[in-house]
C-alpha cells in the first residue's frame, strides 16, 4: 500500500468473541496507517457474551480507546450492527467513543453516510429468531472446525450468496442513500466488499475481517478505494489458543465498565 494517509478509514465486521475474528491483524493494519476519522462500521462483537474475548480482542479495544484520547486528534466512531445490538452503552463507555445508529460526514464538499447495513437485509428483518439461533449454531461450529476454520469460512461465504445478501443491501443502501440527499453511502454486513453507482449514489461495501481475505475503505484526496489488507506474515495460530488472561491494561478496560476482568477458557 502506498498511500498511507487518509481522511477516513472504515472497517467492519470484526466479529470479536468469535474464533475467525482477525483481530490481530486489524490491530498491525490500524498501526501501519495514518488517519484523521476512524468509522467502526458495525458487528465489532460476535455477540454479547465477553467470556469469548481473547487477549488479541482486548488489545484490539485497547488501542481504539487510545486512539480515542483527545490530544491524538483523532475522530473514532462506532456505527451498530446486528450483533453489537444491546452493547450501545457499554461500547461507549468502554472505548470512550460515540455510537450511531447511522453516521453522516462532509468531506470535499460532498455529504457521506455511513450505515451497517442490517436495516436492509429483508432475512434477517422478518426472522429475528432463526437468524439469532443461526448465529449460536455458527459459534458452535467454529469450535469444532479445524484449525484453519475452512468450513466455517466457506459457510459464511455460502450465507452470502444464498441470501443474495450483497445485491439486496446493495440496493437498499442506495435508495437510502438517495432520500437522505448523500453522494456516498458505505455499509458492511454483507461481508463481501463491494463498489457500485446508481441515481448519482455511490454505494460501497467495507467487506469483514473474519476471512483470509480482509478488506477496508480508505476515503481521501484521491476518492474512494475498497483496499485488501495483506499482512507481513500469515499467523495460523489457533485463537482457541490464545484465550489466556488479558494483560493489565487490556483488563483494565473491561474493569472500567464494571466488568470483571476476563477470563478465558
Avoid at 451498530?80 to 467513543?97: P, Q, Y
Avoid at 445478501?165 to 442513500?177: C, E, I, M, N, T
Avoid at 489457533?238 to 476482568?261: C, F, H, K, P, Y
Wanted: net charge negative; charged share 25%; aromatic share 10%.
Amino acid at each position: 500500500m502506498q498511500d498511507k494517509s487518509f481522511d477516513t478509514v472504515i472497517i467492519s465486521d470484526l466479529h470479536m468473541g468469535s474464533d475467525l475474528s482477525r483481530a490481530g491483524d486489524a490491530l498491525d493494519f490500524l498501526r501501519s496507517v495514518q488517519f484523521r476519522r476512524l468509522i467502526l462500521l458495525g458487528d465489532m462483537f460476535a455477540d454479547l457474551n465477553f467470556s469469548r474475548l481473547t487477549k488479541e480482542h482486548w488489545k484490539f479495544l485497547g488501542y481504539i480507546r487510545k486512539l480515542s484520547n483527545p490530544r491524538h486528534d483523532i475522530e473514532v466512531v462506532w456505527v451498530e450492527g446486528n450483533h453489537d445490538h444491546g452493547l450501545t452503552e457499554v461500547m461507549s463507555h468502554l472505548v470512550g467513543i460515540p455510537v450511531y445508529q447511522q453516521y453522516e460526514w462532509t468531506y470535499a464538499g460532498k455529504k457521506h453516510l455511513a450505515i451497517h447495513g442490517h436495516q436492509f437485509d429483508s432475512f434477517a428483518i422478518k426472522n429475528f429468531r432463526i437468524t439469532h439461533f443461526g448465529q449460536l449454531v455458527f459459534l458452535w461450529l467454529q469450535k469444532i472446525d479445524s484449525k484453519n476454520k475452512r468450513f466455517a469460512r466457506y459457510l459464511d461465504r455460502l450465507n452470502t450468496r444464498w441470501l443474495r445478501l450483497s445485491a439486496q443491501v446493495a440496493q437498499g443502501a442506495l435508495s437510502h442513500g438517495k432520500q437522505a440527499d448523500a453522494e456516498r453511502i458505505f455499509c458492511g454486513h454483507t461481508h463481501a466488499p463491494l463498489s457500485t453507482e446508481r441515481d448519482g449514489v455511490a454505494y460501497y461495501n467495507s467487506g469483514a475481517w473474519v476471512d483470509l481475505r480482509c478488506t477496508y475503505i480508505t476515503v481521501g484526496q484521491e476518492g474512494v478505494s475498497i483496499r485488501e489488507y495483506v499482512p507481513e506474515e500469515i499467523d495460523d495460530r489457533d485463537s482457541r489458543e490464545e484465550r489466556v488472561e488479558a494483560s493489565s491494561d487490556s483488563a483494565g478496560i473491561a474493569m472500567q465498565t464494571g466488568l470483571l476482568a476476563p477470563v478465558f477458557d
